[in-house]
């Protein structure tokens, strides 16, 4: 059974650093390439970062592109994001997701993790 | 913003059909890219429901389907059970973003 868990969430203050995980198991996390997609409270889903098996090749949204950085540890089975200088508008429940294939273009999530709140307030 | 277009709400009564828009543009579904949908029950995470325009994962219900054509693709709920009422999203990708894009989101209600 594929079982994403993400960690890592909390309240940060504006300006702040913070770094999300999201363990792996159930499937051979070398073979696929994985996601963050958020969802801000009451509203919809954000794509926000992609990477592939190797992590030599990362994608990102405008909204968080030069802020946040994606990167797995395949011997750890584990996906992480490292997010700086965070915004109130940051404020997102952050959802791993697993790609089906290689991370093409026509790829889609086919598995989530629960999610983990990010709060960016003073 | 949402990128691709759904419309806010929908409703229907158990055992009617409905069906759920997302418009795109030449950069995304018109270019050929994939549509690709997911339900959302409340507070859950999402959960993939159809892929690649028409096509579901086993073990979702031949209730539900999707379509596409043109700049726009459909998603088409028959037999329409309390359950069934989530939010739904469709999502494919666009080459002026180089980005996967998300529709910005549907609640169905069941009357």
């Known amino acids: 059974e594929v079982k994403l868990l993400e960690s890592g969430g909390g309240l940060v203050q504006p300006g702040g650093s913070r770094r999300l995980s999201c363990a792996a198991s159930?499937?051979?996390?070398?073979?696929?390439?994985m996601s963050w997609v958020r969802q801000a409270p009451g509203k919809g889903l954000e794509w926000v970062s992609s990477?592939?098996?190797?992590?030599?090749?990362?994608y990102y949204a405008d909204s968080v592109k030069g802020r946040f950085s994606i990167s797995r540890d395949n011997s750890k089975n584990t996906l992480y994001l490292q997010m700086t200088s965070l915004r109130a508008d940051d404020t997102a429940v952050y959802y791993c997701?697993?790609?089906?294939?290689?991370?093409?273009?026509?790829?889609?999530?086919?598995?989530w993790g629960p999610g983990n709140l990010v709060t960016v307030s003073s | 913003q949402s990128v691709l277009t759904q419309p806010p709400s929908v409703s229907g009564a158990p055992g009617q059909r409905v069906t759920i828009s997302c418009t795109g543009s030449?950069?995304?579904?018109?270019?050929?890219?994939?549509v690709h949908w997911y339900q959302q029950l409340p507070g859950t995470a999402p959960k993939l429901l159809i892929y690649?325009?028409?096509n579901r994962p086993s073990g979702v219900p031949d209730r539900f389907s999707g379509s596409k054509s043109g700049t726009s693709a459909s998603l088409a709920i028959t037999g329409l059970q309390a359950e069934d009422e989530a939010d739904y999203y469709c999502?494919?990708?666009?080459?002026?973003?180089?980005?996967?894009?998300f529709g910005g989101g549907t609640k169905l209600t069941v009357l």
């Open positions: 159930g499937f051979n996390f070398n073979d696929y390439a």
């Open positions: 690649g325009n028409d």
């Open positions: 997701a697993k790609l089906r294939n290689s991370g093409r273009s026509q790829d889609y999530f086919d598995y």
């Open positions: 999502q494919s990708f666009d080459s002026s973003l180089s980005g996967r894009v």
């Open positions: 990477i592939i098996v190797s992590g030599d090749r990362t």
């Open positions: 030449n950069s995304n579904i018109g270019a050929g890219f994939h």
